[in-house]
């Protein structure tokens, strides 16, 4: 058994926490001594990891009490700050990548693309966004995308791998790779991996019909264009060899 003051050296959290976490009843000590003296146990010190991960993502003390109210068992509530952890982690990394972009772009007096500035935006966010684009897309072409079960992080991933493929893009046009290039076949190959195994089954051919799409949308043309001059020309032509040769 350990008394409060080696249980708050053990943590790095006060004592004064641990007195308020029994009196409000969501810690309470496994034993209490004659003399008063308040002593935990392996499972009080299982139960206080458990509130200390709930915190660390930033948990009221009421919704932990809740959680541990429900007397799920300590596997089940591990894996699950697991992965809530993992997304916080994956959040913070595309936040932080955002910020180092931003301070890219201070350095040298650049202006920042209004997009990238934004990287990691939070679900309602993404609704308002998607609703801008629809209204674009139902004005132009009679089409719309989902946006009831949007999924944050499966956006904020698709948004992150297909600035990454068309910096890739733009640095193999700046440098000169021929459209027949092998670099230039497997950027494409890994692109078109990805959007069948996380957003729609697509071959050569709809990849071809896609970026001859950014050629004839002016929208969308411009703004590969302003990231790169000759872009949606090089993307066009470089799908178009990828098809001749798949």
């Given at each position: 058994?350990?008394?409060?003051?080696?249980?708050?050296?053990?943590?790095?959290?006060?004592i004064?926490?641990?007195?308020?976490?029994?009196?409000?009843?969501?810690?309470?000590?496994?034993?209490?001594?004659?003399?008063?003296?308040?002593?935990?146990?392996?499972?009080?010190?299982?139960?206080?990891?458990?509130?200390?991960?709930?915190?660390?993502?930033?948990?009221?003390?009421?919704?932990?009490?809740?959680?541990?109210?429900?007397?799920?068992?300590?596997?089940?509530?591990?894996?699950?700050?697991?992965?809530?952890?993992?997304?916080?982690?994956?959040?913070?990394n595309?936040?932080?990548?955002?910020?180092?972009?931003?301070?890219?772009?201070?350095?040298?007096?650049?202006?920042?693309?209004?997009?990238?500035?934004?990287k990691?935006?939070?679900?309602?966010?993404?609704?308002?966004?998607?609703k801008?684009?629809?209204?674009?897309?139902?004005?132009?072409?009679?089409?719309?995308?989902?946006?009831?079960?949007?999924?944050?992080?499966?956006?904020?991933?698709?948004?992150?791998?297909?600035?990454?493929?068309?910096d890739?893009?733009?640095?193999?046009?700046?440098?000169?790779?021929?459209?027949?290039?092998?670099?230039?076949?497997?950027?494409?190959s890994?692109?078109?991996s990805?959007?069948?195994?996380?957003?729609?089954k697509?071959d050569?051919?709809?990849?071809?019909?896609?970026?001859?799409f950014?050629?004839?949308?002016?929208?969308?043309?411009?703004?590969?264009?302003?990231?790169?001059?000759?872009?949606?020309?090089?993307?066009?032509?470089?799908?178009?060899?990828?098809a001749?040769?798949?």
């Amino acid at each position: 058994m350990m008394t409060v003051k080696q249980v708050a050296d053990l943590t790095g959290i006060t004592i004064k926490t641990l007195y308020h976490y029994h009196k409000i009843g969501l810690l309470e000590p496994g034993e209490m001594t004659d003399a008063g003296y308040r002593l935990y146990g392996k499972k009080e010190l299982e139960k206080l990891q458990h509130i200390l991960f709930y915190r660390e993502l930033d948990f009221s003390l009421e919704a932990i009490q809740q959680i541990l109210y429900e007397k799920k068992s300590r596997h089940y509530m591990l894996v699950d700050q697991k992965k809530l952890i993992e997304d916080k982690k994956e959040r913070m990394n595309l936040i932080l990548s955002t910020i180092n972009e931003t301070i890219y772009f201070e350095e040298r007096g650049e202006v920042m693309n209004n997009q990238n500035m934004f990287k990691g935006l939070n679900q309602a966010q993404w609704k308002k966004q998607l609703k801008e684009q629809n209204a674009y897309l139902r004005e132009n072409y009679q089409y719309e995308i989902p946006v009831d079960n949007v999924e944050e992080e499966e956006l904020n991933e698709s948004a992150r791998e297909s600035k990454e493929f068309m910096d890739k893009m733009g640095f193999a046009l700046k440098k000169g790779w021929a459209v027949n290039d092998e670099r230039v076949k497997q950027l494409i190959s890994e692109h078109i991996s990805y959007i069948n195994d996380n957003i729609i089954k697509l071959d050569s051919q709809g990849f071809v019909e896609s970026t001859w799409f950014f050629i004839t949308d002016e929208f969308h043309k411009n703004m590969l264009e302003e990231q790169q001059t000759g872009l949606t020309y090089y993307l066009y032509a470089a799908s178009v060899n990828y098809a001749k040769q798949s």
